[in-house]
């Protein structure tokens, strides 16, 4: 059974960093590529970044780019999203999610982990 399991969010304030983790098991992971997605209150769920098997191709949304950075490591199936300089519109559940390779579907999805940004 494939479970995905985020950790890390809470509430921080504008300006302020933030780091996402997701334990992965059930699947190997290093075949997997891993993605965030969030969901902020009353909008549709988004893509926030990507990052290949190898960990060595990554890409992000426009609006978290050079303020949020993806990374994983394979020995431990994780996937971690570094969270820098806050905004109040960053305020989502976060989801990690895996995929069977860069550009097919997300096929599983964890739970999802609450981050508030107060202004």
């Known amino acids: 059974q494939v479970q995905l399991v985020e950790f890390g969010g809470g509430l921080v304030q504008a300006g302020g960093s933030l780091r996402l983790s997701c334990a992965a098991s059930?699947?190997?992971?290093?075949?997997?590529?891993m993605g965030w997605f969030r969901q902020g209150p009353g909008k549709e769920r988004e893509f926030v970044a990507a990052i290949i098997e190898s960990g060595g191709v990554t890409r992000y949304a426009d609006s978290v780019k050079d303020r949020f950075t993806i990374s994983r490591d394979n020995a431990k199936s994780t996937v971690y999203l570094q969270m820098n300089s806050l905004k109040p519109e960053d305020t989502a559940v976060y989801y990690c999610?895996?995929?069977?390779?860069?550009?097919?579907?997300?096929?599983?999805w964890g739970q999802g982990t609450q981050v508030t940004v107060s202004s």
């Open positions: 059930g699947l190997t992971f290093r075949a997997y590529t």
């Open positions: 999610a895996a995929a069977v390779a860069w550009n097919s579907e997300y096929k599983y």
